[in-house]
Structure formats: C-alpha cells, structure tokens
C-alpha cells in the first residue's frame, strides 16, 4: 500500500482534469486570474449572474501532486503502513478544504456536506493508524 499511495495520487491529479471538460465540480464565484469561465447553461441555480468560478478540481489535481512528491520524498523515513496512513490523512485534509469552498448540491448533516464529515472520520482514523504503526511492534500487538 505504501509503494501504491504517490501513484494513486498522480492518478487522482490527472483524473480531475475531467471534471474541466465536463465543467463540474467547482467552487465558489471567483475573481481572480486563475478563475474558471463557466457557461450560463452549467451554473448552478443562484450564481447565475456569476460568470467565473473556484477551479477546484485543479486545487485537488495540485494538492494531490504536492502530496504525491512529498510521499515519495519522505518514504525511507517511516514504518511500513505509515506512509500509506499519511497518504489518506492528507488526502482528507485536502478534501476538507476543498469541499468548504464547492457549490454544487450535496448531502449535508448538522450544516457541513457528509464529504467533509466523512474527511474529518477517515482522517482521524489514519492519523490514529500512522501513530499506533508508529510504536515499537509489540505495542501494535495490544
């Protein structure tokens, strides 16, 4: 699972230019250089007097590189399983940002969509993991 972790996430990187031609999956309105130009017919209800747009599949294509080269720099640093146990911590993180700023509709419990409640779970799960693989062995073991 540690050696699959950075080629998951070059391939999460990659697969998110998708939602660029399908003009899905972004964010809030946005003003700035790197903004995405969404047509009338594929805003969503309430932003369509907006015209630009959070790109946030590219926030996710780059944070999922960043990560990935940050992964294969510090391999040799840890145990076996922990590598892995950070691949999904910081994926989580990433998703938690990146869904705070998404519009499109989703499912939401106590006001925050369940993608980020499922990010906030998963990732204190492998934050639990990464430190338990983090002990001697024997500790793992109890």
């Known amino acids: 699972m540690d ?8 391939a999460q990187a990659i697969g998110r230019f998708g939602n660029w031609f399908n003009i899905e999956l972004f964010g809030r309105p ?3 250089p790197w903004a995405l ?4 017919l594929s805003r969503p209800n309430g932003f369509t007097q907006f015209t630009t747009f959070h790109p946030t599949f590219l926030y996710e294509a780059i944070w999922s590189t960043a990560l990935a080269f940050l992964l294969l720099t510090l391999s040799k640093r840890f145990r076996p399983g922990q590598l892995f146990a950070l691949y999904v911590l910081g994926y989580c993180i990433g998703r938690i940002g990146i869904e705070s700023i998404r519009i499109d509709q989703a499912h939401e419990i ?8 499922v990010g906030v779970i998963v ?10 693989l983090n002990k001697d062995s024997k500790d793992i073991l109890r």
Request: positive net charge; without cysteine; proline residues 6%.
């Open 3 to 10: 050696a699959l972790a950075p080629g998951v996430l070059f």
């Open 30 to 32: 946005l003003d700035a």
């Open 37 to 40: 130009s969404v047509p009338l």
């Open 110 to 117: 106590f006001g925050l969509r369940i993608n980020v409640w």
């Open 123 to 132: 990732g204190i799960g492998a934050l639990i993991v990464f430190r338990r």
